[in-house]
Each structure stands twice: as structure tokens, then as C-alpha cells.
């Protein structure tokens, strides 16, 4: 819809019609309401994600969202939330973003408590005369940062670079990259398990 304040006003004018026992077009306002509904709907998760990114907590959007909890709040996020990984109900989608959070705790749990070897391979590829400069920007970038989570898109994008003349280091990009890969599917696997 082009602009729900114009439907808005046809349906309002629809209504008061009907009320005032009027002939009015009411299949024509219910589909304009209908159109409205779904534009307005798109627009509450934008504007929800635009205030978290300003720092509003969940507890304080709660109110206007209508739920009572930062929890409620969280979950009707989440059911609004368009999603790309194939998740069909809102449910699902709560299930696979707690998944993804818990998947990614236990990755920066294991990066951390490995960020020496980690920081040492990054340096290894970085270092890499061959290595094009945009990977070893990011490369560097990601060595400049204090956590070591950081090591790993930049190590797994170096990946495709390395794999013909670098293949040890390759292999321990894979075997790092397989390893977090197992590490999220367990985590997600865990969270589930003490659901039930």
C-alpha cells in the first residue's frame, strides 16, 4: 500500500457510512483495511529493530508493543522478524534465533579460551606475500581487535585463497571452521534438550 493514512481515511469513511445505515462499498474497505494491516505489520519490526539499535531494552518496549515482559517483547520480535534460514512459523523463528545465541556463545567460549592459536594462524595467513591485501586487511584488522570471535570470518573468507599453494594452513582454517560449525549445532542441540 502507497500510503495507509489514505486507506486508513476510506475505510474510517466506509465505517461511519455502514453506521449511519449508508450504502458503502464494505468489501472494497475490508480489502483497504487488510492492505493497511500488512503494511503497518511490516513496519513494526523495522521500527522494533531501530530502537534496539538506539539502546531501548526490551523491558522499556514491552508497554508499547502491548505485552508485559521484556521476554514477551523479545518473542513477538522474533515472530515478526523475516527470516532467510526457512523458519515458517513465529515459534521456529523464536527457536532458531535462540539456537544462533546459544551457538554463538559457545563459539566465543571456545575462541576465547583458544585465542592464542587463533591469533598465531591469523598472523601465519596475514603474513602471506600472496595472500590478496583486501584478506589480509581484514585479517589484520580482526589481529588489532580485543576479541579473538573476531579472528574467525576473516580467517574462514582466506580459506578459498589458501586451499592450492597454503594447504596446511588451509586444513586449520577447516578443522577450526568444522569444529565451531559443531560446536553451534551442539549448543543448539543442548538449549533444546533442557526445554524438554
Do not use: C, Y
Not at 526457512?86 to 544462533?100: K, N, P, S, V
Not at 551457538?103 to 600472496?130: E, H, Y
Not at 597454503?166 to 533444546?192: C, E, F, M, Y
Request: net charge neutral; charged share 25%.
Amino acid at each position: 500500500m502507497d500510503d495507509p493514512v489514505d486507506g486508513m481515511r476510506a475505510v474510517h469513511a466506509a465505517v461511519a457510512d455502514v453506521r449511519r445505515g449508508e450504502p458503502a462499498d464494505v468489501l472494497a474497505a475490508l480489502h483497504t483495511l487488510r492492505a493497511v494491516r500488512d503494511t503497518l505489520a511490516a513496519w513494526e519490526p523495522e521500527l522494533i529493530a531501530a530502537a534496539r539499535l538506539d539502546g531501548t531494552s526490551w523491558a522499556a518496549l514491552a508497554p508499547a508493543l502491548g505485552v508485559t515482559s521484556r521476554q514477551a517483547a523479545e518473542r513477538r520480535f522474533l515472530r515478526l522478524q523475516p527470516t532467510a534460514t526457512g523458519e515458517t512459523t513465529g515459534e521456529a523463528r523464536i527457536d532458531a534465533q535462540r539456537d544462533r545465541r546459544a551457538g554463538d556463545r559457545a563459539v566465543a567460549d571456545w575462541a576465547r579460551r583458544n585465542a592464542a592459536t587463533l591469533r598465531k594462524l591469523a598472523s601465519r595467513v596475514s603474513g602471506l606475500a600472496d595472500l590478496d591485501a583486501t584478506h589480509a586487511d581484514h585479517l589484520d584488522e580482526a589481529l588489532g581487535h580485543h576479541d579473538p570471535v573476531s579472528l574467525l570470518p576473516p580467517l574462514a573468507a582466506a580459506h578459498a585463497h589458501l586451499a592450492g599453494h597454503h594447504s596446511d594452513l588451509a586444513d586449520q582454517i577447516t578443522a577450526i571452521t568444522d569444529h565451531t560449525a559443531h560446536l553451534r549445532r551442539q549448543a543448539g542441540a543442548q538449549r533444546r534438550q533442557r526445554r524438554t
